[in-house]
């Protein structure tokens, strides 16, 4: 074991540092805590701040870093990926076993035990991996109490592997000491683990919270907090509603974003989204790099306001308003073709240049930003005397309507000069595809 202290790079105040070195003495101090830590990966960052700041015999039990394939698989068994959430969870039940079958009849009596474990993927030498991990504690919230678990999905943000130890050091000692020192209630949970973080370091994409500790746990606030503060870019839900890690849940598929407001004039029928998945999958069909076309409802969640239910289906939840932020999201997990699907009304808030005024290209950029690598925009007709109405608000300005049909298409729909060179040019190019009525 490296004798030097943490870690702590410049940029980081005294102040921080000093914070997150009493957070780890206090969990040492108090005689009522003991455990055993597990670590793969990013050095053993959390380890080593409570064996550096004093008292560690009072609560460290073990510290391991198994980072040889083979000593992993004899410990933990083979047959899983090595960072993964099943990795996780058979490190953390072997080290509970042992723990508990090694002092749990010594200290059980007066002690909440504990097992901490991570394994991550931080940055590589060459710079080209996926830079995430799963973190978890199984620990007792009273002695003799049932186990509970949390455990986290993250993505590591930083650009060097000296910055991205740092941040799982102080994320562990944050966690332990939120669930051993504060009891923090779970909702309290992410702000208490980002202290001494910022948003731009790391993500936390996914929590699960499971045991006596979280009988009352909503997992569903818990997650839309995440991306509503910042502390995800974009949370994940499969098609039953429950959290699911981007980096698995888009990986070579092919999507299909439907847009989600609680505006029924910016949100499209099932069978409107029926057939842009049909049309996805039509140019998809015997690409060998596409696993899946499945769609995706994205909901924005800026303020304390309730999401709007989905029904069915897929969904991410974001902050972010500006649909080429959710090109860049997706784009970090999957190169298949990518689809945005939405009403005629949806479309022309697109072109407002009020949107772009934080990029130094404003409205140019962004749609150059948005219609990135294979991205195309599915724009679904709209009944016209909507439409119509539309065109009446400040919403509708500068826009017109060609023809008199019952059911106008992206064909149909004009903004004023200039922006009307832009709208054709993405028409005629594909980018913009105008969807047909049913």
Known sequence: MNDAAPTVVTGRSDNAVAD???KALEVNLDATSFGSFAEIGAGQ?????????GAASGTVAKTISAYDKEVSDDLYGSGTRYVSRPRLETMLDCEWKSLVQQV???RGKNTRLFAFANTIAARNFAGTNDCHG?????FQDQPRAEASDVLLHVNLLDNSNLLQQEAMGVLGVNLLHALLNERAATGDLPARMFANLTNDRLEIDRIVARGSAFESCDMGELHTALARDGRAEAVTLDGDGAAATANEFLYKKSVVIVPFTTDPLDNLSPEAIKACLETLRYEVAGNPEVKDVIDVRLMVVDTDASLPATGEGAAMITRHRQLYRITAFVRRYTQAPLR???PLPALMRIFDDVKYQQLEGRLLEGIARLFGSNVRLLACPCPRDELLHLLTTESGH???VDGNRQWITAEQLRPAPPLRHLYEYLL???FLVAMPPN
Request: aromatic content about 18%; hydrophobic content about 50%; cysteine-free.
């Open 20 to 22: 997150t070195h009493q």
């Open 45 to 53: 960052e959390v380890a080593r701040w409570f064996l550096r700041v």
């Open 104 to 106: 749990g009849d010594a």
């Open 134 to 138: 799963w973190v978890g504690v199984r």
């Open 340 to 342: 945005f699907a939405m």
């Open 398 to 400: 500068g826009w017109e």
């Open 428 to 430: 005629a190019s594909g």
